[in-house]
Nanobody, 119 residues
């Protein structure tokens, strides 16, 4: 189960931190990420982090330098720190976890959390 939290309403230029707590998964997670979906748009990857020690990160071009994804393995939680928010960041943000098996990638999703950035 993935439990996302931390969304809300913020003015442009402000900050928010999203959290995604993982529980009840009896298998290894290879990476986790945050996606977002704005009205009328497709869901897009915002940021991803691998779960290995020293794991790598990946960001959408639109958020590079403003958003930071991180994890706390002891708490089984992934965070998305969002800075310098823009109105175009407004969307429902979804937490995602992936588990890689031979020939198959399993995707798991949390419930969305709304982020609204006012101009």
């Amino acid at each position: 189960q993935l439990q996302a939290s931390g969304g809300g309403l913020v003015q442009a230029g402000g900050s928010l931190r999203l959290s995604c707590a993982v529980s009840g998964m009896g298998f290894s997670i290879n990476d986790m990420g945050w996606y977002r979906q704005a009205p009328g748009s497709q869901r897009e990857l915002v940021a991803r982090i691998t779960m290995i020690t020293g794991g790598s990160t990946d960001y959408a071009d639109s958020v590079k330098g403003r958003f930071t994804i991180s994890r706390d393995n002891a708490k089984n939680t992934v965070y998305l720190q969002m800075m310098s928010l823009k109105p175009e960041d407004t969307a429902v943000y979804y937490c995602n976890a992936r588990s890689f098996r031979p020939g198959v990638i399993y995707d798991y999703w949390g419930q969305g959390t709304q982020v609204t950035v006012s101009s």
